[in-house]
């Protein structure tokens, strides 16, 4: 039997070939194009291109949404920054709105305090105004003091002539003719002491020292002679010691005035008209001798007085409007008696002098923060005097008023000088009267 030629040499030869020849091969045959992509793979790549958009616009928005962001805070800052402008804008109008309603400073006069006003605040607002008359407007402030020295001057003079006799015609005078003419000067040196009780309520004391002179000419009535005489005399010493309360009535401000109430007691502390002798022996008791003028003058009233009264402010940006009501009610005296040249005494019984009405208006002005201008009126009425019950023959109503001007300067936080002018504008009234005040306020 036959065998067939085997395989295995032919196969071992074919493999080695293919090992040899594999690679060349594979590099000249043709590159194989890649399958098309199936539907499944082609939406996929569409959802991921979508994705890959969407996260795009995602990352713009963000940043623009920090962007809104950057630009909002920056207007929060904004609006913050002009809500505090007007929150101290309002708080700058309450703080001028409330010192306008502040009561009154003391005179520092605000000065006014006016005007005050009214400078430190609205009182000092409240106006330096001179003091034009004897009651000052603004309370001295609690635990403070004013010490304030003046002095006043005061002129006045009259004429009188008196007929005693009959006339045959108009032209024709038969009897005697009494010319008298006076001429009156005063000087009063004061020290005026207020202490602030509370910011309301004050208490004062006032003690004068006086120094009168006055010069008579006249022709004596029954004695027919046309040589004129002179008579002179003086008198000098301690007035009459006041004390006064004041007590502010409410709040003020707006609309209201500024009510201020006072009480002013006046003793007789000084040398009154009954105490001094008088140049008459017999005449006083119906002789003609003598000049019936008294040889000293008195530097007091001769009677007890009081007097209560409400004063009003009324500030009014750059014036203060000011005035006050008093009522003096003079007490009477009984047993009185006077002293005549010789060292006889004459007795006159009971006195009751006349009360006294007065009021005045005024207006002060600030020129600038340390110099104030005020002008005003002061009238009284004084009424008649009565001796035993009865009036006095002769004695009638008298009216008085004076037109007074004033000029306050500030030259320290404590130190004001005022200076009032005034004149007579009746023929009871002195003529001249000149007032010098410098409180200093501790």
Request: net charge positive; glycine share 10%; charged share 15%.
């Amino acid at each position: 039997m036959t065998t067939a030629p085997s395989l295995l040499p032919i196969t071992v030869a074919l493999a080695s070939s293919l090992l040899l020849h594999g690679p060349l091969l594979a590099q000249t045959a043709p590159r194989r194009q890649a399958p098309p992509a199936s539907p499944a793979q082609q939406q996929l790549e569409a959802m991921r291109q979508q994705i890959s958009e969407q996260a795009q616009i995602l990352e713009n928005l963000r940043k623009a949404l920090g962007e809104q962001d950057a630009r909002y805070r920056e207007l929060l800052q904004q609006v913050d920054a002009q809500r505090r402008v007007q929150e101290q804008q309002q708080a700058r109008q309450d703080a001028l709105t409330q010192q306008a309603q502040r009561p009154p400073p003391p005179e520092a006069p605000r000065t006014v305090q006016v005007g005050s006003a009214p400078s430190s605040g609205g009182s000092e607002a409240l106006l330096n105004v001179p003091q034009l008359f004897a009651q000052p407007g603004v309370l001295t402030p609690k635990g403070s003091t004013i010490i304030e020295p003046s002095v006043q001057y005061g002129y006045s003079s009259s004429n009188r002539a008196a007929l005693v006799g009959y006339t045959v015609i108009p032209a024709v005078l038969i009897g005697l003719v009494d010319v008298r003419e006076v001429r009156r000067n005063s000087t009063t040196a004061a020290v005026t002491v207020r202490y602030g009780l509370t910011d309301r309520a004050e208490v004062e004391a006032r003690l004068p020292y006086v120094y009168r002179s006055d010069s008579t000419v006249s022709r004596e009535i029954f004695t027919g002679t046309a040589t004129d005489s002179a008579f002179n005399a003086t008198g000098q010493g301690i007035g009459d010691l006041e004390v006064t309360g004041r007590y502010q009535l409410n709040e003020g401000g707006g609309k209201l005035p500024y009510l201020i109430g006072s009480l002013r007691f006046k003793s007789r502390t000084g040398k009154d008209p009954f105490e001094v002798t008088t140049d008459c022996v017999t005449r006083c008791v119906g002789n003609a001798t003598g000049t019936g003028q008294p040889l000293d003058l008195p530097t007091g009233s001769g009677f007890y007085t009081l007097q209560p009264g409400i004063t009003w402010l009324y500030p009014s940006d750059p014036a203060v409007f000011f005035g006050s009501f008093t009522y003096a009610y003079n007490f009477k005296r009984s047993g009185v008696s006077r002293q005549v040249l010789g060292g006889e005494r004459e007795f006159i019984g009971d006195v009751q002098p006349g009360n006294v009405f007065g009021f005045n208006v005024g207006m002060g002005l600030a020129l600038n923060e340390r110099s104030s201008f005020s002008m005003g009126v002061d009238v009284a009425s004084l009424g008649r005097t009565k001796q035993n019950g009865v009036v006095v023959p002769g004695s009638v109503r008298t009216q008085l008023a004076s037109l007074v001007l004033g000029y306050s300067f500030r030259y320290g936080d404590s130190r004001t000088i005022n200076l009032a002018v005034g004149a007579g504008l009746t023929r009871d009234t002195p003529d001249l009267t000149l007032t010098l005040r410098v409180p200093f306020t501790y």
